[in-house]
């Protein structure tokens, strides 16, 4: 098997040990070295290699920049690591069909800042945009902040080149807006964390960049404040692009970092973003602040450039933030519908106090992806893991799901049976049995 | 199986020729009286049912209002058309989640407007929105004038309750905005067209409703130049939520019906809508009218519902027009990349006018999905199929799709292997045998 990857790939086929010690992490805090790395460049190279892994019957993981916080591009059965990072054109950005196609390496913050030069716009912004790839994006079903007005990575993918387990390459999906031929295999691969196929080129939808933007940050008493307070600017009719919570637990780790600009007795920060044409910023501006004059302890209002990302480092400073309270971390990406927002966002907290843990909530409350991390000393891990399960449980007693925009991977899977039924999973497993009959691709993954 | 389904549903298991009958047509030009049909209550009469087809094999295919144009709901295999129309609730609008709980059977004009009664707004508005059905909506993928701003009815399905052929109720997808457990079947199940399973309730996404709307209709010389003015439109990074063309056949068609309304000398008409914020649509509209100042003859302005409604005659009659002219019809809603309309209009043109024909163009000009008719006396059938041919095989050659939003049904099957390669074919059969290994849910259709 070496010797023919060797053939294939040359130089491109790595299998020193220092080598693979790249790819033997991702950002869940587990590393498994990998047999082998290839480093294909193209759909064809990809297809040989799962040819003959389907001969000889070894594993394959695909991965793009290894941000995957469920170790979805980790090999814990070993096999092959199968890097995307050297498919990485920008092949086309086309203005007047509002459509790119890119090869599946291209980092994602590279791509949305070539769409914006030509006056248009790629929404999709997870948090680790400028060090994650298109391609894992679309494997993981990635989201961001901007969801809440503009969708997540899915709602951008018309079409896809991917090869299959069997080494065919195979083209899903179009090039146009709209398509209903045949059953939606684009979405079917959109979110299926490397396990059905490669992906190797994307056609992408664009939409024209909006000319004006503005943040209000909005410090409060409570976290429970906070998430009434976006209710109540969407009853108002407002639709913002963005509304993002750091809790009391987030917002006192940030202080640490960063003391001067965080309001002194504010146990909530909400940020919202409103986007579009220049008035009708400014009138959402002044709308938001008329239905947010019964909530909060201070609004602040940023329209340029430098303000906004001033208003914005609080939100970009929690990672490295709540690394400094306890080395344990258990993260969940969880959604509940808005309205069990207030109430979840209390229940967190008990349980934090119940199992003496730091539970810390953050992230997109306008579209109800809450970040919850439980944060623990080496010594309660089984109770951080606990909380966990009582945090999940309730979320999914909410009408919630587990994940919304991380996935499964390897670290959720025991998860899965509690939000799907036994009939949906069998239903799943066959699909995946379809697309890769041997379990080749990304073996242990989501199941 | 008679008997033990006259058991299950009494007098809502229908026999009589006379009944049949209405049941042995949708929008196509064919019918096919069915053996029975079955108007069930609820999910568990249908689980009971499929899983007597499954043991009796025969085939069930479910209906919604019949409304589609492809034979999508007849049964040209005999069997058991299963009405949906019974389970027809709209059991929940929740105003701060923004999404709606409905039953298949609910008439989508029904649930825009119990939605809008409350601030809400449910985009999709496929042609038929007034006499189809939800569930209908979402089997087809259906879309409709505002798929250009905000999609098709695709992406308003958050969740879904179904029956299987093998007769098991599951739940696929979520009620929340985002989710990425497990793999994708809600949009799976979208636009299969009954093959897979069938829905029997549905979590829908909803958004504020724009509190503004204005329609600007522009009459041209040509219809090239109207799609060339639809996309300087976009270039101005403008974004209309609808644009809808009339080519000059299309007008004449309806000049015949509405004298006094069409502009004398026109030969394209353009139909833009534009919504938000009272001064976004008030910025976007004096932005478009410096943007068209080039095109066109004549541009008409309306902001009120009446007036705005008086633009849109034209466009409301173009149906009946049509069918003044001769008696055939051959109807397709090919999609192309934007860039690629103008040229592909012209094409149209003149394939009429190699075969003799009246080709009419009209439709989603937005988004590329164009309704191509060409209308033909019996004598000339044959004609109108090689005219179609060369129409579909351009629309392929130009990186376009041969359905956007009417999909398969039995009426395009030979046309599928010119889009879709083998490769993929063989996938979604494989997907089919997953969810009906006996075939009995709508056998004969898409493939």
Not at 118 to 131: I, Q
Request: charged share 25%.
């Amino acid at each position: 098997m070496r010797k023919k990857l060797r053939q294939i790939l040359g130089k491109r086929f790595l299998e020193a040990p220092e080598d693979l010690k790249a790819y033997s992490v991702d950002a869940s805090p587990y590393n498994f070295l990998p047999e082998a790395v290839a480093l294909p460049v193209n759909a064809e190279e990809i297809a040989e290699i799962l040819r003959l892994a389907q001969q000889e019957n070894f594993p394959v993981i695909p991965r793009g920049a290894g941000t995957a916080t469920t170790g979805a591009s980790l090999a814990p059965q070993g096999g092959l690591v199968l890097s995307l990072l050297r498919l990485n054109r920008i092949i086309e950005i086309n203005q007047e069909d509002l459509v790119a196609v890119v090869e599946p390496g291209v980092f994602t913050g590279e791509f949305k800042r070539a769409v914006e030069e030509l006056g248009l716009f790629y929404p999709p912004d997870p948090a680790s945009y400028e060090f994650s790839t298109i391609g894992g994006n679309v494997a993981c079903g990635a989201g961001g902040p901007k969801g809440l007005k503009y969708g997540t990575t899915k709602d951008y993918v018309l079409g896809l080149e991917a090869v299959t387990a069997t080494g065919e390459i195979i083209f899903c999906g179009r090039r146009t807006m709209k398509g209903v031929v045949g059953y939606n295999l684009v979405h079917l691969f959109t979110g299926s964390e490397g396990t059905l196929g490669v992906i190797t080129k994307l056609i992408l939808k664009l939409i024209p960049k909006p000319p004006s933007q503005a943040t209000i940050a909005l410090w409060l008493e409570s976290t429970e404040k906070a998430a009434q307070a976006f209710l109540e600017i969407l009853k108002a009719g407002l639709f913002p692009s963005t509304a993002e919570l750091l809790d009391d637990t987030t917002l006192s780790a940030v202080k640490n970092l960063l003391k001067k600009e965080i309001h002194p007795k504010a146990q909530a920060l909400l940020l919202l973003e409103f986007d579009g044409a220049k008035k009708q910023v400014e009138e959402d501006l002044s709308e938001a602040q008329k239905t947010l004059s019964n909530f909060g302890m201070k609004l602040d209002i940023a329209v340029n450039k430098k303000e906004r990302e001033r208003l914005w480092q609080a939100r970009r400073l929690i990672s490295p933030a709540l690394k400094k309270i306890a080395p344990g971390k258990l993260a969940d990406d969880v959604v509940l519908p808005r309205s069990k927002l207030p109430e979840f966002l209390s229940f967190a907290k008990k349980i934090g106090e119940k199992y003496g843990l730091t539970v810390a909530c953050f992230g997109h409350l306008g579209d109800g992806n809450i970040h919850v991390n439980i944060l623990f000393e080496k010594e309660d891990e089984s109770k951080a893991r606990e909380a966990r399960n009582e945090i999940l449980n309730k979320v999914l007693a909410s009408c919630g799901t587990i994940s919304g925009e991380h996935g499964i991977g390897f670290t959720k899977k025991g998860f899965l049976p509690k939000e799907l039924s036994p009939e949906v999973l069998l239903l799943m497993k066959k699909i995946k049995e379809v697309f890769d009959p041997q379990n080749i691709l990304n073996p242990g993954k989501i199941f």
